[in-house]
């Protein structure tokens, strides 16, 4: 096992040498006022049997988890995800999606069905995950050049990760290891979680996001190298610096690998990323006008610095998107956001929609749709003059409700994550991005840009005293008829069957009507004109 914790102070933060001490096998941290990442990378042998005999059916397995509540996401870990569980899973070539591998492993469930067993036994019972083909959905895949793009997608909006954290203890920590079991619950404090597993690595890596201390105090934590462990475990303690290159960011501190190194080493380094914040003051909130009824229209308010560009030079390219992750109650007309109408478009201050994955039937009810939801990817308008104006501007996305399940009080709630907005753009020619010891892919929709596209993240900004960036929409739905146990919906079936039935045999006492009166009139004619001749 391989440990890294790296702090990341901001340049205002104070710091004394005596907040961290090194000795021949710990280094302890006090009251230091930091954001914290921690990552730790497993090999096959160090994982449960349950886990690598579903592993080694995957490809590549990539989980991301991010808590309802706003945080602050400093550099080099700016990079987000709507809140919520995202799963991103391809299977290795030649798994059968019946149960059974196309080697001839008879009997053997296949990583279709493996994989949300396994979810729901890591995270949650109650997730709504039956097997790949039903539950996941197929991301966009807009060129060939984006091979590592995932090929199925997996969204629920979980909000605590206690059953993460038990899992852990129970697979991974021996009963007596109370630092173990302390580690592990810790992460129901985090702000963000990650895994990842891939074929060629045959490694899986955990890594943990933490903006702020659990405690006012800040961190106060001693990290040891046990006794006959053969795995690293560095430290580092470094703040951002100014860097000598737009698509550059530099960082600078102390670095130690304990059990090995007798005192902190300073150390200066930069690198190539593909994420970046901007200012504080680019911030972003979202809401939705009442009444939201069947048609909601959510509302993307963006403070003026948000709409600057990014630096850059002369070739770079940038454009603003939103990247918006719908539960399955919740979708948009794709027909309606792909117009070229500009009068449309301008209306919402929209420029394109860029991408679209999942579930978009515009007629079926929520009940019927048996995978998660869909994702959208949106090019965004931005105003001439950015520096005009010191109101917000609004980018406005016209959304749709499916028919919800009735209920006694005639309203169902329904939970919206927030969007990611970011601006995408191009970088120099010859940057390798794969040089970031801090890189963070597989996100969902970084893989929708090329593999040199720089994104610069806006601040989500809640509204809501509560900090939460989850919109809760009361929408109406069919009302329980109360004390009869009957539902109403049974009344209006059975009123809608009466008058399609009554329809029908006044359409066709119409057309009898029609029949029998065409059939007349032209005898009569011809008799007539009989007549008329002998005449």
Same mark, same amino acid.
């Not at 700016?78 to 019946?98: E, I, K, N, Q, Y």
């Not at 006008?289 to 940038?318: D, F, Q």
């Not at 978009?360 to 990817?377: H, K």
């Not at 892919?441 to 960036?469: A, D």
């Given at each position: =096992?391989r440990?890294?914790?790296?702090?990341i102070?901001?340049p205002q933060?104070?710091?004394?040498?005596?907040?961290?001490t090194?000795t021949?096998s710990?280094l302890a941290?006090?009251?230091?006022d930091?954001?914290?990442e921690?990552r730790?990378?497993?090999g096959?042998?160090?994982l449960?049997?349950?886990?690598?005999q579903?592993?080694?059916?995957?490809?590549?397995?990539?989980?991301?988890w991010?808590?309802?509540?706003?945080?602050?996401?400093v550099?080099p870990?700016?990079?987000?995800v709507?809140?919520?569980?995202?799963v991103?899973?391809?299977p290795?070539?030649?798994?059968?999606s019946?149960?059974?591998?196309?080697g001839?492993?008879?009997g053997?469930?296949?990583? =279709?069905?493996?994989?949300?067993?396994?979810?729901k036994?890591?995270?949650d019972?109650?997730?709504?995950?039956?097997?790949?083909?039903?539950?996941?959905?197929?991301?966009?895949?807009?060129?060939t050049r984006f091979a590592?793009?995932?090929?199925y997608?997996?969204y629920?909006?979980?909000p605590?990760l206690e059953?993460?954290v038990?899992y852990?203890?129970?697979?991974h920590c021996?009963?007596d290891?109370?630092?173990?079991?302390?580690?592990?619950e810790l992460i129901?404090?985090?702000?963000?979680?990650?895994?990842?597993?891939?074929?060629v690595?045959?490694a899986?890596? =955990?890594?943990g996001?933490?903006?702020?201390?659990p405690?006012?105090?800040?961190?106060?934590e001693?990290?040891q190298?046990?006794?006959g462990?053969?795995?690293?475990?560095?430290v580092?303690?470094?703040?951002?610096?100014?860097?000598n290159?737009?698509?550059?960011?530099?960082m600078g501190?102390?670095?130690?690998?304990?059990?090995?190194?007798t005192?902190?080493k300073p150390?200066?380094?930069s690198?190539?990323?593909?994420?970046?914040?901007?200012?504080d003051?680019?911030?972003y909130?979202v809401?939705?006008?009442p009444p939201?009824?069947?048609h909601?229209?959510m509302t993307?308010s963006?403070?003026?610095?948000?709409l600057k560009?990014?630096p850059?030079?002369?070739e770079?390219?940038?454009?603003?998107?939103a990247y918006?992750?719908l539960?399955?109650?919740?979708?948009?007309d794709?027909y309606?956001?792909?117009t070229t109408?500009?009068?449309?478009?301008?209306?919402h201050?929209?420029?394109a929609l860029r991408a679209?994955?999942g579930?978009?039937?515009?007629?079926a009810?929520d009940?019927f749709?048996?995978?998660?939801?869909?994702?959208w990817?949106l090019?965004?308008?931005?105003?001439l003059?950015?520096?005009?104006?010191?109101e917000?501007w609004?980018?406005t996305?016209p959304?749709?409700l499916?028919?919800?399940?009735?209920?006694?009080?005639?309203?169902r709630?329904v939970s919206?994550p927030?969007p990611?907005?970011?601006?995408?753009?191009?970088a120099?020619?010859?940057?390798k991005?794969?040089m970031?010891p801090f890189d963070?892919?597989?996100?969902?929709?970084?893989?929708?840009f090329?593999?040199r596209? =720089?994104?610069?993240?806006?601040?989500?900004?809640?509204?809501?005293?509560?900090?939460?960036? $989850?919109?809760?929409?009361?929408?109406?739905?069919l009302t329980?008829?109360e004390?009869?146990?009957?539902?109403?919906?049974?009344v209006?079936?059975?009123?809608?069957?009466?008058?399609?039935?009554l329809?029908?045999?006044w $359409?066709?006492?119409?057309l009898?009507?029609?029949v029998?009166?065409?059939?007349?009139?032209?005898q009569e004619?011809?008799?007539?004109?009989?007549?008329?001749k002998a005449?």
């Amino acid at each position: =096992m391989r440990t890294r914790i790296t702090y990341i102070q901001k340049p205002q933060a104070p710091f004394d040498p005596s907040q961290a001490t090194l000795t021949p096998s710990a280094l302890a941290i006090h009251n230091l006022d930091a954001a914290r990442e921690e990552r730790v990378t497993l090999g096959f042998d160090e994982l449960p049997g349950e886990l690598w005999q579903v592993l080694k059916q995957c490809h590549q397995i990539h989980v991301r988890w991010a808590r309802r509540e706003g945080y602050e996401a400093v550099s080099p870990f700016s990079s987000r995800v709507s809140p919520g569980l995202h799963v991103f899973f391809s299977p290795v070539a030649g798994v059968a999606s019946g149960g059974a591998t196309d080697g001839g492993a008879g009997g053997r469930v296949s990583s =279709m069905e493996s994989v949300c067993t396994l979810l729901k036994k890591v995270f949650d019972s109650r997730l709504g995950c039956e097997n790949v083909e039903k539950s996941f959905i197929t991301p966009p895949i807009l060129s060939t050049r984006f091979a590592s793009t995932a090929a199925y997608q997996f969204y629920e909006l979980l909000p605590s990760l206690e059953n993460l954290v038990t899992y852990l203890q129970q697979k991974h920590c021996e009963r007596d290891n109370e630092e173990c079991h302390r580690r592990a619950e810790l992460i129901l404090s985090a702000d963000s979680i990650d895994i990842n597993y891939d074929s060629v690595s045959h490694a899986l890596t =955990m890594s943990g996001y933490w903006s702020k201390s659990p405690t006012p105090e800040g961190w106060t934590e001693t990290i040891q190298k046990y006794e006959g462990a053969t795995g690293k475990v560095e430290v580092g303690l470094l703040g951002a610096e100014a860097a000598n290159e737009p698509e550059e960011i530099k960082m600078g501190g102390l670095l130690a690998d304990v059990g090995s190194d007798t005192e902190l080493k300073p150390t200066l380094f930069s690198f190539p990323s593909r994420h970046h914040p901007l200012l504080d003051e680019a911030e972003y909130s979202v809401s939705f006008s009442p009444p939201t009824g069947l048609h909601p229209t959510m509302t993307i308010s963006m403070a003026r610095e948000a709409l600057k560009e990014p630096p850059g030079g002369p070739e770079v390219a940038c454009a603003l998107h939103a990247y918006l992750t719908l539960p399955s109650s919740l979708f948009g007309d794709k027909y309606q956001l792909s117009t070229t109408d500009d009068l449309f478009l301008k209306s919402h201050n929209l420029v394109a929609l860029r991408a679209v994955a999942g579930e978009t039937d515009l007629e079926a009810p929520d009940w019927f749709v048996s995978r998660w939801g869909s994702s959208w990817l949106l090019e965004l308008d931005t105003p001439l003059d950015s520096d005009q104006g010191s109101e917000d501007w609004n980018v406005t996305i016209p959304l749709h409700l499916r028919y919800l399940h009735p209920s006694a009080s005639g309203y169902r709630s329904v939970s919206i994550p927030w969007p990611v907005v970011f601006w995408a753009c191009t970088a120099e020619d010859g940057t390798k991005m794969g040089m970031n010891p801090f890189d963070r892919v597989n996100l969902g929709w970084e893989g929708l840009f090329g593999p040199r596209t =720089m994104f610069y993240q806006l601040h989500p900004s809640p509204l809501n005293e509560n900090n939460v960036l $989850v919109e809760e929409l009361k929408v109406p739905v069919l009302t329980v008829k109360e004390n009869s146990g009957i539902f109403q919906s049974k009344v209006i079936e059975l009123g809608t069957v009466a008058v399609i039935v009554l329809g029908f045999l006044w $359409v066709l006492w119409k057309l009898a009507l029609v029949v029998r009166s065409s059939g007349i009139r032209p005898q009569e004619r011809q008799g007539t004109g009989k007549r008329d001749k002998a005449e």
